[in-house]
């Protein structure tokens, strides 16, 4: 069941919120041991939000959302409730506020189900890095679920919540969704507000909706979208009714696909489904032309530079001072800062945030962080140019399905390297989605679809059709071990 | 080829107490993240302007008005050490 | 190398709190003196995880203001930086700050001393956040202790940093005051430096005459008073004069502190802290566009400075340059001679009265301009009695004190106890009856001790309690005397 399906239930009063939160507990109770998607499940506070949701549904007119229980990565503030970011360094840190887009799910009537778990701090792209546990897939619990948004992506697809919250920094919401076999949308840099997001890359940084489907996407991502005071690089544009464009015909919709997201690193299984759902787009009266996004390569190395430079001041902040893990045995106020730090962060934190201090350096600055915000703009440039000639691109969201647990854990390079084809778009700031297209080795994969700033109805639009098209059944993974 | 004693300088301008054996698999690996980081220095890009931000915004500018803070128990509630209604750390030198 | 030999270079750098109602990123209140600790505090100046900062308009327009006043270029457009620096008063460990592209650049200063103008560069001007407040002590066990206050943190600073244009403790004074008033005038800081509102860093070097200035510059902090900065400039440019002369070689580059107590400076060598400030733009805040719009509404909006407030002074109301100069450092003072001189056509008389007077009987009763009860109304009437015979200038000093203390206007004292007396026949039966009274006197007099004849008129002014119009009196006491 999906989340607009249970909300048409809520409101015939077919089921209740309390008996749909109970369900969702109970879930998560059951696979929650194998799986490992939750750092925290938040019963209490779901069956209190599950009991007002009833009695406003009672009274009348509420939003799809309310009593529906929800996920949210562990890496956005909720007031009175643990946020730990997957760190030792925030365990038991207890926010006095909420995130903005907390607040407003809360507000509409939302139900909270739980923190969702994440690779440390959003670093990584297989939740294998969060300091409590490790996520598994569940369609293979061998497997990596993806990351940052892993404990998002996991959690939909496993049924322990309707939809879920993500972040995507370089990929954290698209990869997760492809691997995990659910819907995940990238915002427009800006669409949504950050505020109480935990910071990675402040310039990279969005929220976003991990779904079943696209329309439970759509709503979630109407509910959240919009500017906000708090947030000075939010955009003060007028949020669509993104549900409104869904089964809209995409005839004509000219959709690019980069040639060069189909090279020699990827996995021929994920390639042929890719090219099949492209084919599926055409047969749905898309104008399909091959397009060339010429600086593609570059986007990773500026990515491991812009994005740790960033980070390496956002968790500056983690000192031991004034909440978070601190070192109290130590009696020199430099060596409790330094040893706290040593201790709180994990291995990868610590490596992008050396990185990072290295890129912004003096001696160093023009050649690493100068040289890759340049860099940056001429991938910009890259998007530009084709987007005056496509609505949207297609391609791959990652070279391969979900990779094993444990396989690129010690090789950072390698673990690096599976964010190259969503990275890019991240880059530059612009909307993506990723949308299931088939299975590989009985895993998901996902088709990306990336558009120009705010093109998210048209992305939506497309994505719709295509879900509509292909059919691919929805069926929820077996769990059993 | 990145040494020993910058792999150290960095270590501390981040205030990260590294002990030996980390300081040199960090430097290992930094080592081979600063590779990939060479395919860039092939770009001509003298002509073009970096960016900062992605989006095109003017900056918001909020009116001078006070609202409400935390209170001191907020505030402190997940401060590691405190005393009298403030935070507290081991001294710091001072010069005078 | 002679000690005569040397000149010496200063730079100043001034950090002003702008006294906003509320802090540079966010809403919490930047009045915080006399708060309790940790009650001015959000998720935003505490450097939560996942806030965000977002930029106070009257910070940046008093920014902009005092840059104008400088005659500082102002930038179309601005940023703001992130300096990552890390000390446990910094919040985020990061300070928001501008980098190279402030809100306001070059601009000059223009100060007097000893009746000689000289302009002073400015460098720059720009916007900036400041730490929490650290106090030292000890535990409740015994340990040694820094206790954090965050009611200060994020409150806005404007930066004020000059060119290395000062050549003594003298224009470095002359300089530290003058700005020091146009902020008051501008009425973008309370610029007092006790409080810290008002902070000022110095960068000094002594070179031998004949040796091409270069970099190397000791750099004093810890200077808490303009006292203090001046003594701190005069001890170090003995102090590198003498390494001069001792080594031949120029003092070390380095950082000293003020020590108040023993009237030195001495070398902070700070260890841990490596300075690599690792400036990047702040990926929090767009770029500040500055419009033409809003330079002009700011220049309409500008209030008087001190430069033309003494040309004023000077040229309409003529008065003496001491006087005008007095009034100018006291800005209250000097809206008050304003407001009264509207009503009053005898300013150099009106000053007088203000700063001789007026200033002691505030002083003497513990009381300010703003709570004592005379206005500047009430104190043109009461001048104004004296130049219209009512009283003379011995009851105005006194009515002015009772009027500070008793509330009162002068013309209701005056109901009270009475005017000057002027009515001749009143005055000469007291005449006569101190004359009667002092036979002693009188044969002095006659005997040729013509100081008696003052203490005659003393003893009738005594017996009126000065109201006796002192004129009518002595013509009166002189003619009893036969003069």
Redesign the interface.
């Known amino acids: 069941m999906t989340a607009h399906e249970a909300s048409g239930l809520l409101r015939n009063r077919e089921i209740s919120s309390v008996e749909l939160t109970e369900a969702v507990l109970e879930r998560i109770g059951q696979v929650e041991p194998n799986l490992g998607a939750h750092i925290s499940v938040t019963s209490d506070l779901a069956m209190k939000q599950a009991n007002a949701a009833d009695l406003a549904i009672q009274e009348g007119v509420v939003h799809s959302l309310c009593g529906i229980p929800i996920g949210l990565k562990d890496v956005l503030s909720t007031a009175d409730v643990e946020t730990t970011c997957g760190s030792r360094m925030l365990e038991g840190f207890v926010p006095p506020f909420d995130a903005t887009v907390v607040g407003k799910l809360r507000g509409i009537g939302a139900v909270f189900t739980g923190k969702l778990n994440l690779d440390e701090f959003a670093m990584g792209s297989s939740t294998e890095n969060s300091a409590f546990h490790v996520t598994k897939n569940p369609w293979d619990l061998t497997r990596v679920p993806g990351g940052s948004s892993g404990g998002s992506a996991a959690a939909v697809a496993s049924y322990e919540c309707m939809v879920s919250l993500g972040s995507d920094t370089g990929g954290s919401i698209r990869q997760p969704a492809s691997f995990c076999g659910v819907v995940g949308v990238k915002p427009t840099y800006g669409r949504v507000s950050r505020f109480g997001l935990v910071a990675f890359a402040s310039s990279l940084d969005q929220i976003g909706p991990i779904a079943r489907d696209v329309e439970d996407a759509a709503i979630l991502l109407e509910a959240i979208s919009g500017g906000d005071s708090n947030d000075s690089t939010s955009l003060h544009v007028e949020v669509p009714n993104y549900c409104e464009v869904l089964g809209r015909s995409i005839e004509g919709l000219r959709v690019g696909v980069p040639v060069e997201y189909f090279g020699s690193g990827l996995d021929d299984d994920v390639k042929e489904l890719v090219l099949k759902a492209i084919d599926q787009l055409a047969d749905l009266g898309a104008e399909v032309v091959d397009v060339s996004l010429p600086h593609t390569e570059y986007a990773l190395a500026t990515y491991y530079l812009l994005a740790p430079a960033e980070a390496s001041a956002n968790l500056a902040r983690y000192n031991g001072v004034k909440y978070g893990y601190s070192n109290l045995e130590s009696v020199d106020v430099s060596d409790m800062m330094a040893s706290s730090r040593a201790r709180g962060f994990g291995e990868e934190v610590k490596r992008r945030i050396m990185l990072g201090t290295y890129a912004l350096s003096a001696g160093y600055y023009d050649s690493y962080y100068l040289k890759a915000q340049k860099v940056r703009t001429l991938i910009r440039s890259d998007f530009d140019e084709v987007f005056q000639n496509v609505d949207l691109l297609a391609a791959p969201v990652s070279p391969s399905v979900a990779f094993s647990l444990g396989d690129r854990i010690d090789d950072p390079y390698e673990m690096y390297m599976s964010d190259a084809m969503t990275i890019p778009a991240s880059m530059a700031g612009i909307a993506g989605l990723s949308v299931p297209c088939g299975f590989a080795e009985g895993l998901p994969v996902g088709l990306q679809m990336l558009g120009p700033a705010l093109s998210e109805p048209t992305l939506l639009q497309a994505a719709y059709a295509y879900e509509q098209e292909a059919k691919i059944l929805f069926k929820a993974p077996s769990l059993d071990v | 080829m990145l040494d020993r004693d910058t792999v150290n300088h960095v270590a501390q301008l981040a205030y990260l107490a590294l002990d030996d054996e980390e300081s040199s698999e960090m430097r290992l690996q930094l080592a081979q993240i600063l590779d990939l980081f060479e395919s860039l220095s092939l770009l001509q890009t003298d002509q073009v302007e970096p960016t900062a931000r992605v989006i095109p915004l003017e900056l918001p500018l909020r009116d001078d008005e006070v609202k409400p803070s935390l209170s001191q128990d907020q505030v402190l509630q997940n401060a590691p050490r405190i005393e009298d209604g403030h935070i507290v750390v081991p001294a710091v030198l001072t010069d005078s | 190398m002679d000690a005569n030999s040397f000149r010496t270079v200063i730079g100043l750098e001034v950090h002003v709190q702008l006294n ?3 802090k540079m990123f966010c ?3 930047s009045g915080y003196a006399d708060s ?8 935003v100046c ?15 327009e008093n920014t902009l203001l005092t840059g104008l006043a400088l005659g500082c270029q102002i930038a179309s457009e601005s940023k703001f930086d ?1 300096k ?1 620096y ?3 008063d910094l ?4 300070q928001i700050s501008q980098y190279d592209m402030p809100l306001c650049g070059r601009g000059s200063l223009k100060i007097s001393l000893d009746d000689r103008d000289k302009q002073i560069g400015i460098t720059r001007v720009h916007l900036e956040e400041d730490t929490a407040k ?3 002590g000890e ?2 066990v015994g ?8 009611n200060r943190s994020g409150v806005p600073l404007m930066e004020i940093v000059s060119d290395p244009d000062m050549t003594s403790p003298e224009e470095a004074r002359a300089y530290l005051t003058t700005l020091r008033n146009i902020l008051l005038y501008l009425d973008v800081s309370t610029a007092n430096m006790q409080d810290g509102a008002f902070r000022c860093d110095a960068n000094i070097s002594v070179w031998p005459v004949g040796i091409d200035t270069g970099d190397v510059k000791v750099e004093i902090k ?1 200077m808490n008073s303009f006292r203090a900065v001046f003594k701190a400039l005069a001890f170090e440019e003995e102090r590198q004069s003498e390494v001069w002369v001792k080594t031949g070689q120029p003092p070390e580059q380095e950082t000293r ?1 003020w ?1 108040e107590a023993s009237g030195e400076t ?1 070398s ?1 060598r ?1 260890k ?1 802290y ?1 300075h ?1 400030y ?1 400036y ?2 702040e ?7 500055v419009t033409d719009q809003l330079i002009s509404s700011l220049r309409n909006a500008m209030p008087e400075l001190p430069d033309s407030i003494y040309k004023r002074l000077i040229e309409h109301c003529e008065l003496r340059s001491s006087d005008a100069l007095q009034l100018i450092d006291d800005r209250p003072l000097l809206l008050f001679f304003d407001e009264a001189v509207n009503e009053y056509a005898q300013p150099q008389r009106l000053a007088n009265w203000m700063l001789n007077n007026f200033v002691q009987e505030l002083r003497d009763s513990e009381t300010d301009l703003a709570s004592n009860p005379v206005t500047p109304q009430r104190f043109v009437e009461l001048l104004q009695l004296e130049d219209d015979g009512h009283i003379n200038s011995k009851m105005t000093a006194e009515l002015l004190r009772r009027m500070v203390t008793s509330g009162k206007s002068a013309k209701e004292l005056v109901a009270e106890t009475g005017g000057q007396i002027t009515d001749d026949d009143e005055l000469q039966k007291m005449v006569a009856k101190i004359i009667k009274d002092n036979p002693q006197a009188v044969a002095d007099f006659r005997a040729g001790k013509k100081q008696a004849a003052g203490f005659l008129v003393g003893q009738v002014m005594k017996a009126t309690k000065g109201r006796a119009n002192p004129g009518m009196v002595n013509k009166r006491i002189g003619k009893e005397l036969g003069l």
């Open positions: 906003t109602e509320s809403s919490c209140s309790e600790p940790n009650t001015l505090v959000c998720p505490l450097g939560m995880p996942g806030v965000l900062p977002v930029v106070n308009r009257i910070a940046v992130r990552n890390a000390y446990p919040m985020k460990w990061y650290m106090i030292h535990s409740k340990h040694k202790i820094s206790l954090i206050d965050a810890n502190g020590v001495v902070q700070s841990e490596a690599d690792r990047f733009p990926p929090d805040l767009p770029p500040l566009k």
